[in-house]
């Protein structure tokens, strides 16, 4: 063999040992990775009904938008650009505008940007807009915490126009047959000084109320009150219009309608309590906000009637003493709610095992999964964003039949352990609030919104789903009576055996019939535990509907109405609020523009400095084992070695 070959041979048996020697060793190499991300430019378009609805409504859909997709294109050259289409909601959309929200909520749109976007190279946000507003908090505060300019683009007109308009009508959601009950309705008037305006309320009845005011500035704003009385049960329409000025021209905001549910019986509630205590003043008030229930409050040392007049008995600090007070309501079937317990034995629902001195800073985390009872989106967000209460350390345990609407977070951690939970057992209901500091969410509820909506509307679903006796049909249907119009309808339905075992075997059928007579056939979808029926949005007016199922060779029957309201807060006020416009603009470091001004905005984007590409470091790490062509180096090197051998010498 020569020598020169043999050399090489010695030379590839190190290099394959080397390699194969490098895999075992498992190394690893590090590399730097650069990935640079374009400015994101966001353009959030107003989607409302009052954009089409002033002078320029011709000039906004045949120059404007043609003009702006033009813009959107120049843009997309430098820039990311994302379309955002809102009113009463927002979200990504490519699709042109069709006008058709109902409500503007300006907040809703930057709060979600701000919940969608925050770690992301959001270079500015183009706001077109009105700067109309009827949904929502203030927008120019919620702006300031923007970390980008917001330029904005005013369309409408601002030219005030004489005009009488209804703002709002204040009234309760419900009345006591036999009772009386106020309404007020918020009358406001531009440019008719000096004039007299008639303003008129028809009853369900036909009677009609009429009180006439006189306009004592240019600005007018004034409240006129009505009293009414509540006489026949169920949902009562009310309509509300005001006289027509001469040179008015917008007469959609001088009538507007309302409706009350009248209710033949008032729940009366008792709310005891083992001590004085500011979470026992928080329910008190929030009971007595909502107008349908009558609460006695007293003491449980002090406390000597009997309890069956009661459609609710409240406990507040539940202790070992008060077990025959909860035997009273069991044998009576009156629901129970159990407030701040001091004791972990024989709460219903729930058991915990744990000391009792113990306790932890549980913050709110709202259960998905609760379906006994429906509350608002707000009220979902705002449950994640109440201050932490005091509740039981120890191991918990949902009997069978309970349900969680507000789970514990300790810390970071989202546990599954109930702070507030429902059960029924034996057709008595009862609630657990596992937590002392109910007071301290009224008070973050007031601090965050100027009153307590949300608080008491968590105290009212608590209190009508226990107060509502259990229905004890085969059929069962559960509809809402009022919604809005730009809210989906939603019917549910339960069928019962002989035996009370829910069961879905059978089709359920419903026709629903509008204020024309016209009937609409549907069949419910089937779930594990029910039925379901989302009849999507309906136009405004009243419907009436009749659902069937068959069980057994028997036919049952519910007939139920559903009233659909109209949203009329985009014909309340169509004059454009470009001053809002150009504040939130000039908090965020951003410019107020019109609608002929797209070159400009265009210019000032590009020449602003800060919306600029980022360039992100990524450090990445690779075993050497992973590298494919480690192993073709070495098949290659032990294939020459061995040709080598098998040419020169005998293998």
Known sequence: MPGNVLYVMTFLRFLSSSFITFLLLNVFFRQLKNETQNPIILLALDNSRSIPAGPDSSYIRNEFL???????????????????????????????????????????????????????????????????YNKGANPVY?????????????????????????????????????????????LSSKKYLGKMVTVSLTEPNGKVLTQEVKVNSENFLGTLTFTLNATVPGIQHYHVKTSIQEGEKNVSNNHQSFVIEVIDNRSKILLLANYPHP??????????????????????????????????????GYSAANEQLFSDCKNNTIPVWIVDPSTNENLPGVKISGALNRQNEAEAVYNKSFGLFTISEELKKFIHELPAVKTAFGNYSLNNGSHSLINQKIGVVETENPAFLYSELNGMKTAVFI?????????????????????????????????????????????????NENETVEIDAEVYNKSYELITEPDVTLILTNNAN??????????????????????????????????????????????????????????????????ISSHTGGKLFYPSELKKLKEEILKN??????????????????????????????????????RYSSI
């Open 609 to 646: 400095q800060l919306i600029k590409p980022i360039t992100y470091s990524t450090n990445l790490t690779t075993n050497i084992i992973d590298l494919k062509w480690m192993f073709l180096i070495i098949l290659i090197i032990l294939s020459t070695e061995w040709f080598l051998r098998k």
């Open 66 to 132: 043609p003009n702006l997709n033009s813009f959107k294109k120049e843009l997309n050259k430098d820039y990311s650009l994302k379309t955002i289409l809102f009113g009463n909601t927002s979200g990504i959309s490519e699709e042109a505008p069709d006008f058709s929200e109902k409500e503007t909520d300006i907040d809703n749109l930057i709060s979600d940007i701000e919940n969608n976007y925050s770690n992301q190279n959001i270079g500015a946000l183009i706001l077109v807009s009105d700067g109309i």
């Open 279 to 316: 979470d026992v003043s928080a329910i008190k008030e929030a009971i007595l906000s909502n107008g349908n229930y009558g609460v006695e409050y007293g003491l449980i040392p002090d406390f000597k009637k009997p309890i069956k007049p009661y459609s609710l008995v409240i406990i507040h």
């Open 435 to 483: 937590g002392d500091g109910l007071w301290k969410w009224k008070m973050r509820d007031f601090a965050e919104h100027n009153n307590t909506n949300l608080f008491n509307e968590l105290i009212s679903k608590t209190i009508q789903y226990l107060s509502v006796k259990s229905d004890k049909s085969f059929f069962r249907i559960t509809s809402p009576k009022v919604v």
């Open 518 to 583: 016209k009937q609409f056939n549907y069949t419910f979808s089937k779930s594990s535990n029910g039925y379901r029926l989302n009849l999507g949005f309906l136009p405004s007016g009243e419907y009436k509907y009749e659902a069937k199922v068959k069980i057994d060779n028997e036919i049952f029957v519910k007939k139920e109405s559903i009233l659909v309201k109209e949203i009329i807060a985009e014909k309340i006020n169509t004059v454009a609020n470009h001053q809002l416009l150009h504040q």
């Open 142 to 186: 919620n702006a300031e915490k923007l970390q980008f300019p917001v330029y904005t683009i005013g369309l409408g007109d601002t030219t005030e126009l004489r005009d009488v308009a209804i703002q709002k009508i204040n009234h309760n959601q419900f009345a006591y047959s036999g009772n009386i009950f106020p309404v007020e309705v918020i």
